[in-house]
């Protein structure tokens, strides 16, 4: 599952991560710490939606 940033339109995808913030490839959305931020335009993850 993706999840998607509401405000930008950035897709977290898991089977990619995000190295630049530390989280690594395979990190399922659920699992990355509640601090992190949308790597483009800086919001919560509560901003982030479910995609297919």
């Known amino acids: 599952m993706k999840y998607e940033c509401t405000p930008c339109g950035y897709i977290y995808d898991p089977a990619v991560g995000d190295p630049d913030s530390g989280i690594q490839p395979g990190t399922k959305f659920e ?22």
């Not at 699992?31 to 297919?52: A, L, R, S």
């Open 31 to 52: 699992d990355i710490p509640d601090d992190w931020v949308c790597p483009v335009c800086g919001v919560t993850k509560d901003m982030f939606e479910p995609v297919q």
